[in-house]
C-alpha cells in the first residue's frame, strides 16, 4: 500500500472487514482498562515515549486490544523516533479503516481496525520506502501475540 491507497480508502470507502464486531460503551469499557477505553473508543492519544510497545522489537504479531484481529506484523514495525510504536504496512489491505480527521486544526488520516472501529492512531505519508507510509500507533490500542 502507499499514500494514494490510504486516500483513496479515506476518500472513497474502506476495504470490507473479514468480520465486524460491535458492542455497546458498557460492553467495551467491561473488556478495556479506562485507558484502553479513553484510547480506543474515545479517540484518545498516548503521550509522546510513553507506551510500553515503544521500543518492544520481539517477532510476532500486533492485535487490536478490543477485538483481536491481527493489524501489523513486527516485520514491519520500525523506529521513527516519534514516541509511538510505528509500522509500514497493516498485515492485510483490509485490517485497518481510515477517515480523514480534522481535529487540532490540521489535516489527518486516521487509522481504525477495520473490524471494531476503535481507534488506533494515524497514518501519515512520511515513511520508509517501499510503501513511504508511517501507521503511528498508540500503544494501549494493541497488544502483541508473540511468536
Not at 74 to 88: D, Q, V
Request: hydrophobic share 30%.
Amino acid at each position: 500500500m502507499n499514500w494514494n491507497d490510504v486516500l483513496n480508502f479515506a476518500n472513497n470507502g474502506n476495504p470490507l472487514p473479514d468480520r465486524r464486531v460491535e458492542k455497546t460503551a458498557e460492553e467495551w469499557k467491561a473488556i478495556l482498562t479506562p485507558e484502553q477505553f479513553r484510547i480506543t473508543r474515545l479517540k484518545g492519544t498516548e503521550p509522546a515515549g510513553s507506551g510500553a510497545l515503544c521500543h518492544v522489537h520481539d517477532a510476532g504479531k500486533y492485535n487490536c486490544i478490543c477485538c483481536e484481529t491481527p493489524l501489523f506484523d513486527s516485520t514491519i514495525k520500525f523506529n521513527s523516533g516519534t514516541g509511538w510504536p510505528s509500522f509500514t504496512q497493516p498485515v492485510r489491505e483490509n485490517a485497518i479503516k481510515y477517515e480523514k480527521d480534522s481535529s487540532h486544526g490540521m489535516l489527518r488520516v486516521e487509522a481504525m481496525c477495520n473490524t471494531c472501529d476503535a481507534h488506533l492512531g494515524h497514518v501519515f505519508a512520511d515513511g520508509p520506502a517501499p510503501g513511504g507510509l508511517r501507521y503511528c500507533i498508540n500503544s494501549e490500542s494493541i497488544y502483541l501475540l508473540r511468536g
